[in-house]
């Protein structure tokens, strides 16, 4: 399956939305992407206690919150969407995001796609029993056509994404590794492809060298598509090799990169 194929390549993903200039996972990081010419965005979800996609990275809010306002740390799958739109998650970046409030997938797809590109990660570490992969399937199709062309949907758990690929067979999926003790060791080095089946890869940067590019890029013919590069020379040396794209936190310093690569 080809990723994006309709896409200019190679693919620039904003991490988080422009997360260098705007705090993580809110409109205002997409939308300064949007307005800094930045083609693809790269966000997470989580499933709420009341059933919403939630867009935020943590199972928590407490390190973009402020202090106190997370209901003692509960995880968003125990909150309800009420509660999580009263928080602010804006502040800890710069006071003048203090409005920022976690947004719904819906939302971004409806303001963003199908103009631009946008990499769904499922935040999941459960097995078997996750509704996460298949409501994020139901709600892309809720989008139609249009917008499953513009998405990829990917996750550290290739259980996951295997259970969204039973749901959404369509739409291309990758699967997220590195080397961080957070992640099961015999996932660590992208064995979990072989669970998940998936379109693409996306390692962390130290794990896209020319050997790991070669046995899965080149001989299995999935693409790969590191995180994080935020340094030109690294991202053009990354191209060379033959990654089909880079996802940044700085993706607005890697424009010239990318359009030389185009």
Not at 82 to 90: M, N, P, Q, T
Not at 143 to 171: C, D, M, Q, W, Y
Not at 194 to 219: Q, T
């Amino acid at each position: 399956m080809t990723i994006l194929p309709d896409r200019t390549r190679p693919l620039l993903f904003a991490h988080r939305g422009c997360s260098s200039l705007a705090p993580e996972n809110t409109m205002a990081a997409f939308r300064k992407a949007r307005e800094l010419g930045i083609p693809g965005l790269e966000l997470d979800i989580h499933v709420c206690a009341t059933g919403e996609l939630v867009v935020a990275h943590d199972d928590n809010f407490l390190r973009t919150a402020p202090p106190g306002a997370n209901a003692g740390g509960l995880d968003i799958e125990e909150l309800p969407l009420k509660e999580i739109r009263a928080i602010d998650v804006g502040s800890f970046f710069d006071p003048a995001f203090s409005a920022e409030r976690p947004p719904l997938l819906e939302e971004v797809l409806e303001e963003f796609s199908p103009a631009l590109y946008i990499d769904i990660e499922l935040k999941s570490g459960k097995i078997s029993g996750d509704p996460l992969p298949r409501l994020a399937a139901e709600k892309l199709k809720a989008f139609g056509k249009a917008v499953e062309a513009a998405v990829t949907v990917s996750s550290f758990n290739p259980f996951s994404i295997l259970a969204f690929k039973r749901a959404a067979p369509h739409i291309p999926t990758a699967v997220i590794y590195g080397e961080s003790k957070d992640v099961p060791w015999i996932l660590r080095r992208g064995f979990g492809r072989h669970i998940a089946g998936c379109a693409y890869v996306k390692p962390a940067r130290e794990l896209a060298g020319p050997a790991n590019f070669s046995r899965i890029a080149v001989r299995e013919k999935r693409p790969m598509i590191p995180w994080t590069i935020d340094d030109p020379v690294a991202a053009a040396q990354m191209l060379r090799q033959g990654c089909a794209g880079i996802i940044s936190n700085r993706p607005q310093d890697l424009l010239a990169v990318i359009k030389a690569g185009a």
